[in-house]
């Protein structure tokens, strides 16, 4: 029997059939906007000669696959027996992204290239930079409820999605008006290192808030104080929602 089966622990059954649901609808969503952008990101980056744009890109090809992994997982009645599988993914498209995202950033940095200014590789940025963290809040909340460690991961794929919107935004927009081509590589390798530890913790299964909170009131072994979390990695304000 599986934990969340048990009286008083997580949601109820119609509850969690709700949940799977709504995370394979976001991750249908995830995967459909992803594909998009990478093709509008990647045929930009191409015309402007823009590494960030092409890495941009690059980096929705791995989301693709995160959600994808997702996906999969809740393919499956029993979802909890893939979870292990789909965490390693995940970790996984993690360290890939960091490594091309370092990559990218240290050839930008020694001057191999100079991008063009380049119109619709501000505007992806800035839709995506809009998108972006409503699709990841939408997740993690179903994925913390249902207890789901890959679902909550895949949010934290989507939010890291989100900075690199914003350090593509700032790095186009800085390039196309002051000339500064070392905003965005600098921005990028704050980005890979927050890419390593997700990916680590990822692979560890150690994901925020994924422990559902028993109905009963009482707390669990891991959650700690009753309606909060028990790794301390989430604000105040995410507690209580």
């Not at 744009?53 to 027996?81: K, Y």
């Not at 505007?123 to 909550?152: D, H, K, N, T």
């Not at 299964?205 to 009482?218: I, L, N, Q, Y």
Request: glycine share 10%.
């Amino acid at each position: 029997m599986s934990a969340l089966d048990l009286p008083g622990v997580g949601p109820g059954r119609a509850r969690r059939d709700a949940l799977r649901r709504r995370i394979r609808l976001l991750v249908a969503a995830t995967i459909t906007y992803n594909v998009i952008e990478a093709a509008v990101a990647i045929t930009a980056g191409t015309i402007a000669s823009s590494a960030a744009l092409i890495g941009f890109g690059l980096d929705s090809v791995v989301e693709v696959a995160s959600a994808a992994a997702v996906a999969w997982q809740f393919s499956a009645a029993d979802h909890e027996r893939r979870e292990r599988a789909a965490l390693r993914v995940i970790a996984l498209s993690f360290f890939a992204l960091a490594a091309y995202v370092t990559f990218d950033a240290v050839r930008a940095l020694l001057g191999t290239g100079e991008a063009e200014h380049s119109t619709p590789g501000l505007i992806l940025a800035a839709l995506s930079l809009a998108v972006m963290p409503f699709l990841s809040y939408a997740q993690r909340r179903a994925g913390r409820e249902l207890g789901s460690a890959s679902a909550v991961a895949d949010s934290k794929q989507t939010l890291l999605c989100t900075y690199l919107s914003g350090v593509l935004l700032a790095g186009l927009a800085f390039n196309s008006l002051f000339g500064w081509s070392w905003a965005d590589p600098v921005a990028a390798l704050v980005i890979a290192a927050v890419a390593v530890k997700e990916g680590r913790e990822a692979w560890r299964g150690d994901a925020c808030c994924a422990v559902p909170v028993p109905t009963g009131g009482a707390p669990s072994a891991d959650a700690g104080e009753p309606g909060t979390c028990g790794d301390g990695c989430c604000s105040p304000a995410e507690e209580n929602t």
